[in-house]
T-cell receptor, first 116, second 112 residues
């Protein structure tokens, strides 16, 4: 069955460029999460949506980071004026309608962003 | 703020050995704990999820235990195989919020 998909899988950006990363969650999954994983480290939470509502954006590292999910399905993470410290793998996860607290998060393959 | 630590950071064992990966967390007010596997260039695959009221979960050669009061979990892998080589991540979900807080992972290499 279709899992969480992300595109592009790899992105190289020059410092100062804007980038947009896309996440397609599992069909019907209400909740969507973005995480950032630096090389050799565990993922760190960025932001969380329930349907189209962004309920938690406490993990976004700066105002250069912006996420949206306008129709409650596909989500886009946008990074403006990229910096070298933004280089990381960006992971998207979704979870089902039934009890967000108890349900597992299913992860996509990630987008590896390299800022040169 | 919840902090999750995994020890060791890397582990190399010969095929067939039983091994234990450790995870500790600072805030015992957790909702559940998950163990994930991550292969190079791939996303995370969930291995086991333990609710806060549970003590352990088993799946095949994997067994995960949870001692919430002491802030510890272990992942036991029996009869390790080269295909088990991957990074293993521990993550907790707190009672407040829905996000997962991850440890730094243990990079496992099983040599044939």
């Amino acid at each position: 069955g279709a899992g969480v998909s992300q595109s592009p899988r790899y992105k190289v950006a020059k410092r100062g460029q804007d980038v947009a990363l896309r996440c397609d969650p599992i069909s019907g999954h209400v909740s969507l999460f973005w995480y950032q994983q630096a090389l050799g480290q565990g993922p760190e939470f960025l932001t969380y949506f329930q349907n189209e509502a962004q309920l938690d954006k406490s993990g976004l590292p700066s105002d250069r980071f912006f996420a949206e999910r306008p129709e409650g399905s596909v989500s886009t993470l946008k990074i403006q004026r990229t910096q070298q410290e933004d280089s990381a793998v960006y992971l998207c996860a979704s979870s089902s309608m039934t009890s967000v607290r108890a349900s597992e998060q299913y992860f996509g393959p990630g987008t590896r962003l390299t800022v040169t | 703020k919840q902090e999750v630590t995994q020890i060791p950071a890397a582990l190399s064992v010969p095929e067939g050995e039983n091994l234990v990966l450790n995870c500790s967390f600072t805030d015992s007010a957790i909702y559940n704990l998950q163990w994930f596997r991550q292969d190079p260039g791939k996303g995370l695959t969930s291995l086991l999820l333990i609710q806060s009221s549970q003590r352990e979960q088993t799946s095949g050669r994997l067994n995960a235990s949870l001692d919430k009061s002491s802030g510890r979990s272990t992942l036991y892998i029996a009869a390790s195989q080269p295909g088990d080589s991957a990074t293993y991540l521990c993550a907790v979900k707190g009672n407040a919020g829905n996000m997962l807080t991850f440890g730094g992972g243990t990079r496992l290499m099983v040599k044939p």
